[in-house]
């Protein structure tokens, strides 16, 4: 069995590619992306302390986290396609105008 340190070591690199594409990425796919690649290292996490204190109750909370993380990508690529068909654009830099 993989030692619960590996796997939170894993989890952690996993998380801060996610923070430096939402951070440093100025398109909306790639920072949708980065978001999803965030909450799969919650997931991650989730299910190592699940295996680790053997408790079902983690895996079912991971369960409960895709679920909402597939409905943030059908959402998120809505908005994306409807932004792209107003601007011609996805990146993020081009939307800084609010109207109404």
Do not use: T, W
């Not at 949708?32 to 079912?60: P, T």
């Not at 409905?71 to 800084?96: C, M, P, T, W």
């Amino acid at each position: 069995m993989i030692p619960i340190s590996h796997v939170l070591i894993y989890s952690v690199i996993l998380f801060s590619i996610g923070v430096l594409g939402v951070l440093i990425r100025r398109n909306a796919l790639i920072m949708l992306m980065s978001l999803e690649l965030m909450m799969n290292a919650a997931n991650v996490n989730l299910i190592a302390f699940s295996r680790y204190l053997d408790n079902v109750a983690g895996q079912v909370f991971a369960i409960f986290v895709m679920c909402v993380a597939a409905s943030e990508v059908a959402i998120g690529l809505a908005i994306a396609v409807a932004l792209y068909r107003n601007k011609n654009s996805i990146q993020i830099d081009h939307f800084n105008e609010l109207k109404g």
